[in-house]
């Protein structure tokens, strides 16, 4: 019963175009890495996403996985991808909006969203704002804690 609430809740949020975010945990399906799209299916539900193709670069079918995500005019946008047994480890790929490396303060945005890191301990001397990164962080007692960070081309 409580599934088929949050379908039809999910449904109406879908037909009248309210953006929202969600996760789901399950297991590949299908996936065409050079379209960015994959689908994710947890118990009797399959859920199909559109995605930069970067983040499941790395993603099989059968890999089991944590897919957070935004869904606007009935699609659904993966945000970050994470394979399971990663220990919870998460990637997003943007470009830094905001930084303070005295701080150890650095705030990515993507498309989507905008996200805002603890790099307490990573060194953020080389990183300015404009640049493109890939970001590699777990989520601690509810903050973002950088694990590691790169530059992209």
Request: glycine share 10%.
């Amino acid at each position: 019963m409580k599934k088929v609430l949050v379908l039809s809740v999910l449904a109406v949020f879908m037909l009248i175009g309210v953006s929202y975010g969600a996760s789901i945990t399950g297991v590949v399906e299908n996936i065409d890495k050079s379209k960015g799209m994959f689908s994710v299916k947890e118990l009797n539900i399959e859920v199909g996403f559109n995605c930069d193709g970067s983040l499941i670069k790395e993603i099989n079918k059968g890999d089991s996985v944590k897919v957070d995500y935004s869904v606007e005019d009935s699609s659904a946008k993966a945000v970050s991808v994470v394979k399971l047994g990663n220990a919870g480890q998460r990637e997003i790929i943007g470009k830094i909006h905001n930084i303070n490396p005295s701080k150890g303060l650095l705030v990515i945005k993507d498309k989507e969203v905008e996200v805002g890191f603890d790099c307490t301990g990573t060194p953020l001397t080389k990183l300015k704002i404009g640049d493109t990164v890939s970001v590699h962080y777990t989520v601690e007692n509810g903050r973002e804690k950088v694990q590691d960070i790169k530059i992209k081309p």
